[in-house]
């Protein structure tokens, strides 16, 4: 069974079908992680003299990557890190973004490393974050970092997964024993979250099921989750007829939507129908406004970690 945090109560699966989700607000919830985050900051440079530091690096000059660039930069330095972008051109060689990487790894300033995503096509991706020391991986994508949380003993924790993991602690739902649908399987968030929430532990100890492109009669199963995440990258793929009535739903897509009647000619859509899930679920996470703010608040957290850790190994 869930528990919903406004209702106190354990949610009943026999609900009405005309119910009013309550709208999950990623952005108050990343507001009290990066206070909390804010203070380990103070008090880490109050203690050693210095701030921990963080660098983010940027290729090429894709829109989107520019805008969460911009965010991350900005919620760093009102959090006290010592931030810096790196911005290299869209044509710079494989072998000097590399190098930028290896560079970070051996400043003794720099405790977090990230670069940003998708990177230009002529550069492979999985070297470069291959590349990043699993001790400033703060993104947790190096191959070490998601062999340490599969194996139970995580390093760094993917940011946006463990996000989604602290809107549904947060929100009060109870994991231990629900059923958690995930939809998507890719390496950023459905693969990494569906271990992170099989896990024993607090805010963990469910049952997973991943589905993916190849899954069949989908529908069946997405009904069946107590928490249905949908990570497909997908516009509007997960419709209200979809949802278990009472399931709490996680939207972590963001597409963009033509949208002739806005001034920018588009829109942001989630993964989710929401004008529809909003009737059948009793909470769900809007887009833009849910997962995302979380996203960068526990990139954040993770920084913080990787400083204090730093500290401690030397």
């Known amino acids: 069974m869930l528990r919903s945090k406004s209702e106190n109560c354990c949610i009943s699966y026999a609900r009405r079908p005309e119910i009013t989700a309550r709208i999950i607000d990623g952005k108050a919830i990343a507001e009290k992680v990066r206070a909390e985050v804010a203070i380990g900051v103070s008090k880490f440079s109050a203690e050693h003299g210095f701030p921990p530091g963080l660098t983010v690096v940027l290729v090429g000059d894709d829109a989107p990557s520019a805008v969460y660039v ?3 930069e900005k919620a760093s330095t009102e959090a006290g890190f010592k931030g810096q972008v790196i911005h290299l051109v869209d044509s710079t060689p494989e072998a000097e973004v590399l ?3 290896q560079r970070l790894n051996a400043d003794d300033t720099v405790h977090g490393i990230l670069v940003q995503l998708p ?5 492979d991706s999985d070297l470069i974050t291959s590349a990043i020391s699993p ?8 191959p070490v970092s998601l062999g340490m949380l599969l194996a139970g003993s995580p390093g760094f924790i993917p940011a946006t997964p463990l996000g989604i993991q602290r809107i549904l602690v947060e929100e009060g739902v109870e994991l231990s ?3 958690v649908v995930i939809c998507g399987r890719g390496s950023l968030v459905g693969r990494p979250l569906s271990v992170l929430l099989s896990q024993r532990g607090s805010g ?3 049952t997973v ?9 989908l529908a069946e199963i997405t009904r069946q989750g107590d ?4 990570a497909m990258g997908k516009a509007e793929a997960i419709t209200g007829d979809m949802i278990k009535p009472g399931a709490v739903v996680i939207d972590a897509g963001t597409s963009r939507v033509d949208d002739p009647t806005r001034k920018r000619g588009y829109r942001l859509s989630g993964d989710v129908a929401f004008a529809e899930a909003v009737e059948v679920a009793s909470a769900i996470t809007p887009v833009p406004g849910g997962v995302g703010p979380l996203t960068i608040a526990m990139l954040l957290q993770n920084s913080l970690k990787a400083a204090i850790r730093a500290l401690e190994a030397a």
């Open 177 to 179: 024993g629900a059923h």
């Open 119 to 123: 990177l230009p096509g002529h550069i």
């Open 135 to 142: 001790a400033k991986d703060v993104d947790g994508l190096h």
């Open 209 to 217: 099921t991943l589905c993916h492109t190849g899954t069949r009669d």
């Open 204 to 206: 963990a100890n469910a």
């Open 70 to 72: 911009r965010g991350k």
């Open 99 to 101: 190098a930028t990487v």
């Open 227 to 230: 928490v249905l995440v949908a």
